[in-house]
């Protein structure tokens, strides 16, 4: 299993689509009516999560709303997503200790199998937590969120997805 970010790894923020020839950064404009930063999606990052051996899943505060705006651009179907729970007097603790909000969600979610997760805000916090709490294997590869979900993300990710991992 695979849950994916999307602003910040998918939707990167630092990302330039066009260079101006007086050499800054621009982006070209969205579609009326249209995210304005879904122009930085990167359309060939959808062919190789689609080709790796795993479910995807969102794992964004976009929800279900990544299937309508988010997948079409990357050519994925519609994934299942995590649909967050109200946070528990436990999670906001974890919080101020610098657990993500999402790290216990997703084991929860993964209910004991092996993932990994794709964020820009994962810490080691979160990886000792889930290396502590979850009974599987799990990879929590932090993207950075300027550059977004790269070729080099991508194979480490293929790479974890397809080791051998004794049952």
Same mark, same amino acid.
């Given at each position: 299993?695979?849950?994916? /970010?999307? #602003?910040?790894? !998918?939707?990167?923020?630092?990302?330039?689509?066009?260079?101006?020839?007086?050499?800054?950064?621009?982006?070209?404009?969205?579609?009326?009516?249209?995210? &304005?930063?879904?122009? %930085?999606? /990167?359309?060939?990052?959808?062919?190789?999560?689609?080709?790796? +051996?795993?479910?995807? *899943?969102?794992?964004?505060?976009?929800?279900?709303?990544?299937?309508?705006?988010?997948?079409? %651009?990357?050519? !994925? =179907?519609?994934? &299942?997503?995590? /649909?967050?729970? &109200?946070?528990?007097?436990?999670? $906001?603790?974890?919080?101020?200790?610098? !657990?993500?909000?999402?790290?216990?969600?997703?084991?929860?979610?993964? $209910?004991?199998? +092996?993932?990994?997760?794709?964020?820009?805000?994962?810490?080691?916090? #979160? +990886?000792?937590?889930?290396? $502590?709490?979850? =009974?599987?294997?799990?990879?929590?590869? %932090? *993207? #950075?969120? +300027? !550059?977004?979900?790269?070729?080099?993300?991508?194979? $480490?990710?293929?790479?974890?997805?397809?080791? /051998?991992?004794?049952?």
């Amino acid at each position: 299993m695979l849950f994916l /970010d999307v #602003d910040g790894p !998918l939707v990167p923020f630092g990302a330039t689509v066009v260079t101006h020839p007086g050499g800054y950064p621009t982006f070209p404009p969205a579609p009326p009516h249209d995210h &304005p930063l879904l122009a %930085r999606v /990167d359309p060939s990052i959808g062919p190789r999560l689609l080709a790796m +051996r795993c479910e995807l *899943v969102w794992a964004t505060t976009w929800m279900g709303e990544a299937n309508e705006c988010v997948a079409p %651009r990357l050519g !994925l =179907p519609p994934l &299942p997503f995590v /649909d967050w729970p &109200p946070p528990t007097e436990e999670e $906001a603790f974890d919080e101020r200790a610098g !657990l993500h909000w999402k790290t216990r969600a997703l084991s929860a979610w993964a $209910a004991g199998r +092996r993932f990994a997760w794709v964020d820009d805000e994962i810490t080691d916090i #979160d +990886r000792r937590w889930m290396s $502590a709490h979850h =009974p599987e294997p799990t990879l929590l590869h %932090r *993207v #950075d969120p +300027r !550059l977004g979900l790269r070729g080099a993300d991508l194979t $480490a990710l293929e790479a974890w997805l397809t080791e /051998d991992v004794p049952v």
